[in-house]
């Protein structure tokens, strides 16, 4: 059996975690720390967990407790990775994996030191269609790859309106949203940026400087030039990917959320088609995936150093915002 520790009583575990740590066999929530006692009982009580704390000690301490699952706000994912792995706990965080390149490298090597499995919950690379798409383009199914173009702007929601647009340190559109198109362009295109430049909008939602839109574009290895388009504000808008190449191009629709959806089109000299993809849920995927890992028969969906690059990418593409600059990628 692996029993948990949900650290952090945050929306993203309620809305999909809870429900994926229990879609895996043998797999328990046994307690949930929370900074407030009252939110924590209500946590508890609302998602059938049989303890709260407000100390992470309790859960550390527990012998029970095999793995955790980090969703508190991003400033804390290195203090307490560190100490999870310290008790040898496997560790499940989210994303950004820090805030910092040499605190992720911190939390990098304290499970590795500690011989537990970091993973980093980069959901897109999850979905289907994702991962049909890079079946088709490692096939080379469109010939040499020219150019990519992401979609990732939507609104945020109300309830989701608090540090993510006003938080200068943990929050922003580049380190909440602008790493997920990273991680699924590393994962799509198999290799990492060299060069990136962007341009963030502030003010629409967010305020104290906190970026709430962007326009980024990269040169990726093979002289493929990507672009992203991101944004908090823009309602009515559909996530999407556009891969070109010499022979074809393949077009991914809904394809940007955390639903199981999207669509896979290709276009070619024969004209347009649909190729199916078998949707699953792309939370129960990566806990599936963390799962075999911390059993030893398997990896994770994206491991810390998949966590470190995305980060890396996301920083050097905030120095070109803030600089008007075309920044150089160094991946640690
Ligand atoms: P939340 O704001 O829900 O949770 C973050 C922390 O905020 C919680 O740990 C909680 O603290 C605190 N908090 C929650 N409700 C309140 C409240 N009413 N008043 C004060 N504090 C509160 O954030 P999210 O769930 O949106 O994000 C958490 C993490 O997960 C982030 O790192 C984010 O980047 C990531 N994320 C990842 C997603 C993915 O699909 N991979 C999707 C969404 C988020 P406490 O624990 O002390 O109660």
């Known amino acids: 059996p692996i029993g948990w520790g949900l650290i952090g009583a945050s929306n993203v575990a309620r809305q999909w975690i809870v429900d994926a740590i229990r879609a895996q066999p043998d797999s328990q929530i046994l307690n949930v720390l929370s900074s407030s006692e009252e939110r924590g009982a209500r946590f508890a009580t609302e998602n059938g967990i049989p303890a709260y704390t407000t100390d992470i000690d309790a859960i550390l301490a527990d012998g029970n407790v095999d793995a ?13 990775t560190c100490a999870a792995a310290s008790a040898g706990k496997n560790i499940l965080c989210e994303k950004p994996v820090a805030l910092g390149i040499d605190d992720a ?73 602008t790493i997920h198109d990273i991680d699924t362009l590393r994962f799509l295109i198999g290799s990492n940026p060299t060069h990136v430049m962007a341009m963030t909008q502030s003010g629409r939602l967010a305020h104290d400087g906190v970026e709430d839109g962007i326009m980024v574009i990269m040169r990726f290895p093979g002289d493929v030039l990507v672009q992203i388009h991101g944004s908090y504000t823009v309602p009515f808008s559909e996530g999407g990917v556009e891969f070109y190449g010499t022979n074809g191009v393949l077009i991914g629709r809904d ?24 949707h699953h849920n792309l939370y129960h995927y990566a806990l599936a995936a963390f799962s075999n890992a911390v059993r030893g028969t398997g990896q994770p969906a994206a491991t810390g150093e998949d966590g470190l690059a995305a980060l890396a990418i996301a920083l050097a593409i905030r120095e070109s915002a803030l600089t008007g600059r075309q920044v150089e990628v160094e991946i640690p």
């Open 68 to 80: 955790v699952y980090i969703s508190t706000a991003n400033q804390f994912h290195c203090s307490q």
């Open 255 to 278: 394809c940007m959320s955390q639903r199981a959806a999207g669509r896979l089109f290709m276009r070619n000299a024969d004209g347009e088609r649909e190729i199916p993809v078998h």
């Open 105 to 177: 490298r911190k939390m990098i090597a304290a499970c590795h030191d500690a011989g537990v499995v970091l993973a980093v919950n980069h959901h897109l690379r999850c979905n289907a269609m994702h991962q049909k798409l890079r079946q088709l383009l490692e096939a080379g199914e469109i010939g040499r790859l020219n150019a990519v173009r992401v979609f990732h702007a939507n609104f945020l929601p109300q309830a989701l309106q608090g540090w993510r647009i006003n938080d200068p340190n943990g929050g922003g559109l580049i380190l909440d949203s």
